[in-house]
């Protein structure tokens, strides 16, 4: 089968992992998720993923407590290590190995990154799951996605929303909204829309990663994106 992106890096948020709840993680959700990169690798795919945190812990929380904001990032990656872990149980649970590779050093839990260790593992057919962000302060996990899409050598960002691409106007309050089935670089910028955060989008921007805006739980989604197909927006 002829695919179009052979090595994708999937970002998702924390809170896609709460299913319909407030906080933490969903059974269910998680094995959702996982299940469509079991797809991805029965294709061929090879596979990076990059988890927020948001489910277990959001800086807002913790604003006017005395808590610095290089702490509060601080505890926000620790939080994608704890959805890494549970991504990588689960993973192994339905038949595939995965490896978390974290930016901040955590002795018994998970390995330093490494490009060329991650990009010999993802040939051998492991899922690569990349912890704590960049490991460094004010740049969110949008920019660890970009960073490490970068550093595989990824063929695509594939960055998972709630709605199935970018639209003219907010499809929830405005019917007559359409889907872009593709935008440029400077398109995004010129019209201000929030396909990630601006250091993000600058990075995958200077290194002409495209970006996919998708919906990760419409079915088989992430399968058409991979063989070519019309599905969410690209950006390039």
């Known amino acids: 089968m002829s695919l179009k ?3 994708v890096l999937l970002k998702f948020s924390g809170e896609a992992l709460m299913g319909d709840g407030q906080f933490g993680l969903d059974a269910q959700t998680l094995r959702q998720v996982v299940s469509e ?3 991805l690798r029965e294709l061929g795919v090879e596979v990076g993923l990059v988890v927020g945190g948001g489910n277990i812990f959001r800086g807002a ?3 006017g407590s005395g808590i610095q904001r290089t702490t509060g990032d601080q505890m926000g990656m620790m939080a994608t290590v704890i959805n890494a872990l549970a991504l990588r149980d689960v993973i192994e649970d339905m038949e595939m190995p995965a490896v978390i590779y974290s930016a901040m050093g955590i002795e018994g839990v998970s390995h330093g990154f490494n490009a060329n260790h991650v990009k010999k593992g993802l040939a051998e057919g492991q899922v690569a799951i990349f912890a704590a962000g960049t490991g ?3 740049f969110t996990t949008d920019t660890a996605a970009a960073l490490r899409g970068i550093e595989i050598d990824a ?4 960055k998972a ?3 199935d691409g970018i639209y003219t106007a907010d499809p929830a309050k405005d019917p007559t909204a359409e889907r872009l089935a593709e935008l440029s670089y400077d398109d995004v910028i010129q019209k201000n829309l929030q396909v990630m955060d601006m250091t993000a989008f600058v990075l995958c ?3 002409k990663m495209p970006i996919r805006v998708f919906d990760m ?3 088989d989604a992430v399968i058409r994106i991979v063989k070519g197909e019309d599905e969410g927006t690209l950006v390039h």
């Open 61 to 63: 929380q913790i604003m």
């Open 37 to 39: 990169v079991k797809a």
């Open 161 to 163: 929303t709630k709605v």
């Open 5 to 7: 992106y052979e090595r």
């Open 205 to 207: 921007r200077d290194h």
């Open 136 to 138: 460094s302060p004010f």
């Open 155 to 158: 063929d695509i960002v594939l």
């Open 217 to 219: 739980f419409k079915k």
